[in-house]
């Protein structure tokens, strides 16, 4: 007999993890050289979070049905998930700016690590990972 397996949960990692890769792959495009942190990093296009969630998602209105409890539930936390993205990543680009602006009043020319990258996601980075999380999802089917 062969063990269950959960598709929602499997569509969710490759999801999040080929949101990842392609990261890499871009960055490896764009700057010619490997960069391994990008599959550990949070920010960029596509989103992880945002296309785990929505693999998850659309699994589980496969396996139970869009009427199910179970999708209205994975359908709640797969939106607030994707406006908390969105939204702290904004606010931490913001307090980034913030930073720089506190550092040029007192005249410091070094920046912490925090003040100089921004972290903002846009709504392009959620929706583009929504959407690789909906075709892995199709896929693992």
Same mark, same amino acid.
């Given at each position: 007999m062969n063990p269950p397996t959960s598709l929602p949960f499997v569509a969710a990692v490759v999801a999040g993890m080929m949101a990842q890769a392609i990261k890499v792959l871009s960055f490896l495009v764009l700057?010619?050289?490997?960069?391994?942190?990008?599959?550990?990093?949070?920010?960029g296009t596509p989103n992880m979070h945002s296309a785990a969630f929505a693999a998850l998602t659309l *699994?589980? &209105?496969?396996?139970?049905?869009?009427?199910?409890?179970?999708f209205a539930l994975a359908l709640c936390v797969t939106a607030m998930?994707?406006?908390d993205i969105w939204n702290v990543k904004?606010? &931490?680009?913001r307090h &980034? *700016?913030?930073? *720089?602006?506190?550092?040029d009043r007192i005249g410091r020319t070094e920046r912490p690590e925090a003040a100089r990258k921004a972290l903002s996601y846009t709504p392009v980075d959620v929706l583009a990972g929504t959407a690789l999380g909906c075709i892995v999802a199709l896929l693992v089917v």
């Open positions: 700057e010619k050289r490997i960069n391994y942190r990008r599959f550990v990093q949070t920010d *699994e589980v &209105a496969i396996r139970d049905g869009f009427g199910s409890i179970p998930v994707s406006v904004r606010a &931490a680009s &980034a *700016e913030l930073i *720089e602006l506190i550092l």
